[in-house]
């Protein structure tokens, strides 16, 4: 995905102009993950259908440039593009458009690509159809070499429109190890009753609770200057899954976070 980040100097006004910073650099969950893996040291590999448009390539290049191996068709359209509207506190509101991905297909995958430590699903890619059908076979195809499965669960308000059950009724045919949510997105989908091991709850300045069966860790935020939050939750994520223990991953998975709002943009 391409993300387009417009940091607002004062609030949108309707009919009228109003001064913003505007850049156009990488993003969608899944490339965001990958390449804050490849910047803490892991190899990491981003399956994605692209469009056959200027934006496919130029992202291709930008992924290859920070060591990620990119995966995945390439189809006639458009590549997807995410406007970030990013508030004077660093607080931001998106806008999607995604583009030819979610029209990826079982019959797309190679097995091989799944070959991995972790497999990390993006919640997007469990809304629609077929790419719903491609993540559920992806998660079987890297449990089969071994692998964890690990699941951001998206958006909230897309959760809602798709309904809790359903989506709750996808996570248990995925049956993550890991779970990652924001507090509103563990709220919709009643996270205490969820059976993913372990579960990653996303503060955002008020850091990270991690709960499993038996444990809860809560840990503050890194203090550091906040630019603009897009991304943050997958630098997170990232830093999270390269494993160690608990309290080691999350305080690896924040340090990324802190990193990632200082400054404009998704990726390191």
């Known amino acids: ?146 692998a964890r499965v690990s699941v951001d669960v998206a958006a909230w308000t897309e959760i809602r429109s798709f309904g809790p059950v359903d989506f709750r009724d996808l996570l248990d045919a995925v049956a993550p190890d890991v779970l990652f949510a924001t507090e509103a997105e563990w709220e919709i989908l009643g996270g205490a009753y969820l059976s993913a091991p372990t579960g990653v709850i996303k503060r955002g300045a008020r850091g990270v609770t991690v709960v499993t069966d038996d444990a809860r860790l809560d840990l503050a935020a890194v203090e550091g200057e906040i630019v603009d939050t897009t991304g943050a939750g997958d630098a997170l994520a990232a830093g999270f899954l390269l494993g160690g223990s608990l309290a080691e991953a999350a305080r690896r998975g924040l340090e990324a976070a802190a990193r990632c709002v200082a400054a404009v943009g998704s990726w390191p």
């Open 1 to 146: 995905m391409l993300d387009v980040i417009v940091r607002l100097e004062q609030p949108l006004e309707p009919g009228a102009d109003v001064r913003a910073q505007t850049r156009a650099v990488g993003g969608g969950q899944a490339a965001n993950v990958a390449a804050w893996a490849t910047s803490l040291g892991a190899d990491a590999r981003c399956v994605a259908k692209r469009g056959d448009d200027a934006t496919g390539e130029l992202l291709a290049r930008e992924l290859a440039a920070r060591g990620v191996e990119l995966a995945g068709p390439v189809a006639a359209g458009a590549t997807g593009v995410v406007v970030s509207i990013v508030g004077a506190d660093g607080e931001r509101a998106l806008a999607s458009d995604r583009g030819v991905a979610p029209s990826l297909g079982p019959s797309e995958l190679d097995p091989d690509w799944f070959e991995c430590d972790v497999l990390h699903l993006s919640g997007y890619a469990l809304l629609r159809e077929p790419i719903s059908d491609a993540a559920l076979l992806a998660a079987t195809m890297a449990r089969a070499r071994g």
